[in-house]
C-alpha cells in the first residue's frame, strides 16, 4: 500500500519529532491503521503503550503490535494502577448506588439514578476530595455540580437541584473514602486523584482521543515519561 504525504509526514514525526501529534481526519481514513505502522516503527529499545478505545480493538490491535508494545484500554490501564497500591481492593460496579441508597434511604428510586449519573460525571470531570492532598483536579464546588447538570441535561427538577447537588457531593466525598472497591470510574479516578503509580512509557499512542473526557485526559498524561 502507498502511503499519501501525509501519512509520510505522521510517520516521520513520530520516528523523529519531539512532541505531541494530533491527527485529524474522516472516520474510515486510515487513522488508527497509520497509529499502527507509527508503533511498529519505534525503536525495540523504547516503551511503547497503544490506548484503544474499547476491549475488542485492544485484544486485536494486541495481536498485531510488536511486543514491545502495551496495548489496552484506558480502564484497562487505570484497573492496572490500582491493583498495584491496592491489591486487595475488590470491584463493585454498585458502589455508589448503594453508599447513596444507606445515606439516604427515602428518596426515590429515580432521584437516586439521577444523582449516581451526577456522581459518575463528576468523577469524568475530574471533580474530587483528596484528603487535604494538592492534586490537579477540579474543587467540587456547587457552581461546578451545576454546570454538570445543565450540561448533560440529568432529569432533575429545577427545585430540586440543590439538594441533588449535596446528596452529589457528599456520596463523592464518601466515594473517596472507600477504597477497598472500586467501580468502573474509580478505575481511572483513583490512580489520578490519589496520584498512584503507573508504568512510564517513552510513546503512548491513543486512538479516539477526540472522545476522551477530563479525567482521562489526566490519566494519559500520567503515562508519559517526558
Same mark, same amino acid.
Given at each position: 500500500?502507498?502511503?499519501?504525504?501525509?501519512?509520510?509526514?505522521?510517520?516521520?514525526?513520530? =520516528?523523529?519529532?519531539?512532541?505531541n501529534?494530533?491527527?485529524k481526519?474522516?472516520?474510515?481514513?486510515?487513522?488508527?491503521?497509520?497509529?499502527?505502522?507509527?508503533?511498529?516503527?519505534?525503536?525495540? @529499545?523504547? $516503551?511503547?503503550?497503544?490506548?484503544?478505545?474499547?476491549?475488542?480493538?485492544?485484544?486485536?490491535? $494486541?495481536?498485531?503490535?510488536?511486543?514491545?508494545?502495551?496495548?489496552?484500554?484506558?480502564?484497562?490501564?487505570?484497573y492496572?494502577?490500582?491493583?498495584?497500591?491496592?491489591?486487595?481492593a =475488590?470491584?463493585d460496579?454498585?458502589? !455508589?448506588?448503594?453508599?447513596?441508597?444507606?445515606?439516604?434511604?427515602? !428518596?426515590?428510586?429515580n432521584?437516586?439514578?439521577? !444523582?449516581?449519573?451526577?456522581? $459518575?460525571l463528576? @468523577?469524568?470531570?475530574?471533580?474530587?476530595?483528596h484528603?487535604?492532598?494538592?492534586?490537579?483536579?477540579?474543587?467540587?464546588?456547587?457552581?461546578?455540580?451545576?454546570?454538570?447538570?445543565? =450540561?448533560?441535561?440529568?432529569?432533575?427538577?429545577?427545585?430540586?437541584?440543590?439538594?441533588?447537588?449535596?446528596?452529589?457531593?457528599?456520596?463523592?466525598?464518601?466515594?473517596?473514602?472507600?477504597?477497598?472497591?472500586?467501580?468502573?470510574?474509580?478505575?481511572?479516578?483513583?490512580?489520578?486523584?490519589?496520584?498512584?503509580?503507573?508504568?512510564?512509557?517513552?510513546?503512548?499512542?491513543?486512538?479516539?482521543?477526540?472522545?476522551?473526557?477530563?479525567?482521562?485526559?489526566?490519566?494519559?498524561?500520567?503515562?508519559?515519561?517526558?
Open positions: 500500500m502507498e502511503l499519501s504525504h501525509y501519512q509520510h509526514a505522521i510517520l516521520d514525526e513520530v =520516528r523523529s519529532g519531539s512532541t501529534i494530533l491527527v481526519a474522516l472516520a474510515g481514513a486510515g487513522k488508527t491503521q497509520i497509529l499502527e505502522w507509527a508503533v511498529q516503527t519505534l525503536p525495540q @529499545k523504547m $516503551s511503547v503503550a497503544f490506548m484503544a478505545f474499547s476491549k475488542a480493538i485492544a485484544e486485536t490491535l $494486541s495481536e498485531r503490535m510488536p511486543e514491545h508494545c502495551q496495548t489496552s484500554t484506558i480502564n484497562s490501564a487505570g492496572q494502577a490500582c491493583r498495584m497500591t491496592l491489591p486487595f =475488590r470491584f460496579q454498585g458502589k !455508589v448506588h448503594k453508599l447513596l441508597v444507606e445515606m439516604y434511604p427515602n !428518596v426515590s428510586r432521584f437516586l439514578y439521577q !444523582v449516581k449519573r451526577l456522581v $459518575s463528576g @468523577k469524568a470531570y475530574g471533580y474530587g476530595y484528603s487535604g492532598r494538592q492534586h490537579p483536579l477540579e474543587a467540587a464546588t456547587a457552581e461546578r455540580w451545576s454546570y454538570l447538570l445543565m =450540561r448533560h441535561a440529568l432529569d432533575i427538577d429545577a427545585e430540586d437541584e440543590e439538594e441533588a447537588i449535596e446528596m452529589a457531593d457528599n456520596a463523592l466525598w464518601e466515594n473517596n473514602q472507600h477504597l477497598e472497591t472500586l467501580d468502573y470510574d474509580d478505575q481511572v479516578y483513583f490512580p489520578v486523584i490519589f496520584n498512584y503509580r503507573t508504568p512510564k512509557y517513552d510513546f503512548v499512542g491513543l486512538d479516539e482521543g477526540q472522545d476522551l473526557n477530563v479525567l482521562q485526559r489526566w490519566f494519559v498524561k500520567k503515562l508519559i515519561s517526558r
